[in-house]
């Protein structure tokens, strides 16, 4: 048969590769990198190639089922839905609106009707039981950018290809294709920079395949970064080494920060983090000279119990280097599909309102995933008596897995969307099962605005929707819909054209009614059929770079840009600064009370950076292989990988473990065994367990990651938060280490 060729980004990870597809008939023949990709270049990693597997999947449902006495059973759409409405009114009719909570996972952000169709749902279930994987990741950076920028979107990303120092706080983008920066082919890049003269330097507890190819590697203990970033702003005022005048905005508090952190010096960062004086002077002086440099950090700053504090000394080591909105240091993205100029200048607070049993506060309208299991748990009014998952695996992500697990097993109804019965879903009473991402179109609403350079890509779907199969968009839709009472039969457009009408409305407003402009007039200019599409035309047209409805006739629209599959680039980062500021004063607060507090709390803490009874801190680690819980089911990736107990081989000879035996790790929260890995790549006094592992829970219709199941890691992660964010710790537990069997 004859083949022909598609192209398609990847949706499994924000660095958003170019895939060539090689089709034959409604065969995958071949997946590769699309050499001409707009910023990929042909790069890609085994994950995106895995997409035929995860395409042919056995054990991806295809269509709705639920549970019966004897296991799940097949059952049509309408069948479904009208089970899942009739669930909803009956926990909501017996224990009210917040009885019900959403989990709101993270491949959510990978599609486009995750991005466009989750508002409606949210609003629909008037519940404050909202929870996402935000708060087991990068919840402290948004709550950081949000006390700085006004906005919690509003988050600069480092300008890999024109800075000259590059340094990476916990990130390890070389097997993680990086995160919170959109830039595939990391060991290119860093090449590049390496080859134009600059450094990357790279601050990690473990030699990760990043800290490998740096030009420096600066080991520290875990959960200290936030000693060694304040220390590094205290240098820059030391040696006056501050610069500002180029940004052109009031800043506030900048003697007040000075103050704040003059106690935290280098020796004392030295001492905490376990790092040379000399390395970390080094460290200052290069960041303090060196013009344009790019601080970037991720998970390791972010899951510990001062993430917000870290992620925004970052932002302020950046914006005090003068490197913040400056080409080659970091700069904010102007994708496509965003307004130019911040719209809402209410600026950001956080506590709105507090989570019932524990008062932990509200942080982007959400509340922190760590006490879902005590909202279910604990009897009396806004008890959580229902789940609602989209595209999550909480009892794998969140810690305290075991206390999770048993919570939602007693629920009385849940409803996973999602791809598997996995982990979670087992316990649902209704799954609604996505289209292949091959059937559904694609555009990073998420991703194009962290890239690091502006581009704009949208990939067709590659076969239609199969009969008996449903768009991801349609099935947030009508759960929005049941949701409000309109039933399980209404039709999904309506809330499209709601999505549109609210878009729409803004537009004509801003107008004014003089301009003769209405909103049937604007949707009539709409080429897509109702859908993410349609809305996606909309925001293009009159999006920075659009044609404005035919007004500007060489901007974009989504007709032209389908008719680009490699996507087009739309430059490198301009200095925006001005146009996504969001404060209400227009200025920055370099030291909010919030911040100020935290840092009094962290002066307090410094004595409890200890071990106790248990001699080993335990830290993750992402494998190039893995995608966080869900990819342990396609055959090519499981093979790579496996899921051990990383420890240093002078710690295993001093108690006596050997490579290979199977070791019991044990920490506040739990016991598990697994098979220990030697590696110098570690430091002595740490061990690491990937996540996402942990594929054992009766129930499951997992059956290749079943093979090999490994150990769920959050089984051993007590509850502890940042109480800024709410986001959760995961790093840097204390766990004793035994050969397994012993005692
Ligand atoms: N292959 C693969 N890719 C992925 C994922 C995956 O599971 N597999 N997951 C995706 C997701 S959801 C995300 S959020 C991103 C995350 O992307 P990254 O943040 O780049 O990935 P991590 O591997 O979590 O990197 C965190 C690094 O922090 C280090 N670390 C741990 N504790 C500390 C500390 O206290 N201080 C410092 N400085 N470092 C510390 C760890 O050793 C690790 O190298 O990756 C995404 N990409
Ligand atoms: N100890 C420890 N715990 C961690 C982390 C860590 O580093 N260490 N990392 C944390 C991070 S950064 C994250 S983001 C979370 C991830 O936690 P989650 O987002 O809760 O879990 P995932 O493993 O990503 O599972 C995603 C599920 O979504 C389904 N899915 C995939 N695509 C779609 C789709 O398009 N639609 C629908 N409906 N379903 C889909 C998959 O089948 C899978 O079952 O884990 C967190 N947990
Ligand atoms: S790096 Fe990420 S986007 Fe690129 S192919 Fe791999 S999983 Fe897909
Ligand atoms: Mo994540």
Known sequence: METRIHYKVCP??????????????????????DKDHVLSRGFCCPKGIALKEFHEDKDRLRK???????????????????????????????????SVALYLGNPNTHTMAGALFMAPLIRALQTRNIYTASSVDQIPKQAACGFLYGSPVAIPVPDIDRTKLFVIFGGNPLVSGGSLMTAPDMRRR??????????????????????????????IQPGTDVYLLLGLISYLF????????????????????????????????????GMKLEAVQDLAERIAFTRPSALYGRMGTSVTAHGTLACWAIEVLNLLTGNLDAPGGTGFPLAAHMQAKATSKKGFVTGRWHSRV?????????????????????????????????????VIALPESDRLDAAISELDFQVAVDYYINDTSRHADVILPPASPLSQGHYDFFFHGFSV????????????????????????????????????????????????????????????????????????????????????DFLLKIGPYGDAFGMKPHGLSFEKLA??????????LKPRLNDVLATPDGCMDLLPEILAEDIRRLDRAEERVHRGERPFLLIGRRQLRTNNSWMHNLPSLLKGSRCTLMMHPEDARSLHLKEGGMVRITSDAGSLEAPLSLSERILPGLVSLPHGWGHTYPGARLSVAETHPGVNVNRLTPRAMDPVSGNAVLNGIAVSIQPAGGC
């Not at 958003?16 to 990198?33: I, K, N, P, W, Y």
């Not at 059973?73 to 909501?92: I, N, P, Q, S, Y």
């Not at 604990?378 to 998952?389: D, K, N, Y």
């Not at 991801?472 to 839709?477: G, N, R, S, T, Y």
């Open 12 to 33: 499994f990870c924000e660095a958003g590769c170019g895939l060539e597809l090689t089709l034959s008939g409604e065969e995958v023949v071949q997946v590769r990198g």
């Open 238 to 273: 030391d040696k006056n080494a501050v610069r500002t005048e180029a940004l052109n905005v009031r800043l506030r508090n900048l003697e007040g920060l000075k103050e704040a952190v003059s106690p935290f010096t280098l020796e004392r960062a030295a001492g905490v983090c």
């Open 453 to 536: 350079r502006n581009t704009a890509v949208y990939s067709a779907p590659v076969f239609p929707v199969p009969d008996g199969e449903k768009a991801k968009w349609e099935i947030l839709a009508r759960l929005a819909l049941i949701a409000e009472g309109k039933g399980a039969d209404a039709p999904p457009e309506l809330v499209e054209r709601m999505i549109l009408g609210g878009l729409t409305d803004k537009v004509v407003a801003a107008l004014g009614e003089e301009s003769g402009v209405t909103a049937d007039r604007l949707i009539q200019g709409l080429t897509p059929p109702p859908g993410p599409e349609r809305i996606l």
């Open 358 to 394: 524990s008062g932990a506060p509200e942080v982007m309208g959400e509340l922190p995933a760590s006490v879902l299991a005590e909202e279910m748990e604990t009897p009396g009014e806004g008890q959580v008596r229902m789940l609602i998952t989209v595209a999550g695996n909480p």
């Open 190 to 219: 860093i090449r590049d920079l390496q080859e134009r003269g600059g450094a990357c330097m790279v601050i990690d507890p473990m030699r990760t395949r990043t800290a490998e190819v740096a030009d420096i590697h600066l080991p």
């Open 563 to 572: 008719a680009l599959p490699h996507g087009m680039d739309l430059g490198p």
């Open 64 to 98: 709705p089922v639920i549970r019966e006495a004897g296991g799940f059973r097949t059952v049509d759409w309408d069948t479904a839905f009208r089970k899942v409405e009739e669930g909803l009114e009956r926990v909501r009719a017996a224990h009210g609106k917040n």
